[in-house]
């Protein structure tokens, strides 16, 4: 049901992310700006207009780290929506998770300023809620 109250229109933002697992690593991004800059994060962004929320996970993935995935080989983890899950406002964020047999060398582009596999056992702190991302991910 739609209310009229003053104050509680929300503008809510699409996203997606990718956690790329690799012989016991993850790839992670270095956030060139703000919110969390100079954190580590999951390659993501924005679904664009006319584009489903798996092709832009590939697009990201391919434009922040330089990897090409095929859309058919990331299955989706889950939705994330916490209301404070980023500072900027509402997010909604669809991750998907695919798995390459050997680590490739990453490229870091687009937002990010480095692009790294990370050991599963040795992560640091992660941008965002992507720790709780990265940890359904290895659930599955």
């Given at each position: 049901m739609a209310t009229d109250t003053?104050?509680?229109?929300e503008t809510i933002r699409y996203t997606a992310d990718v956690v790329l697992f690799a012989a016991?690593?993850?790839l992670l991004v270095l956030r060139g700006w703000d919110p969390y800059e100079g954190y580590w994060a999951l390659p993501g962004g924005h679904v664009?207009?006319?584009e489903t929320s798996v092709a832009a996970a590939a697009r990201e993935l391919e434009e922040e780290a330089g990897i090409a995935v095929p859309v058919a080989d990331l299955r989706q983890v889950g939705a994330f929506d916490?209301?404070?899950r980023d500072p900027r406002g509402r997010y909604v964020?669809?991750?998907y998770t695919a798995t390459l047999r050997?680590?490739?060398?990453?490229?870091?582009g687009?937002?990010?300023?480095?692009?790294?596999?990370w050991p599963l056992d040795a992560l640091p702190d992660l941008a965002f809620d992507h720790a709780e991302?990265?940890?359904a991910a290895a659930a599955r």
């Open positions: 003053p104050g509680t229109d016991g690593h993850t664009d207009v006319g916490a209301p404070a964020s669809v991750a050997a680590t490739v060398t990453p490229t870091a687009d937002d990010a300023t480095a692009a790294r596999w991302i990265l940890a």
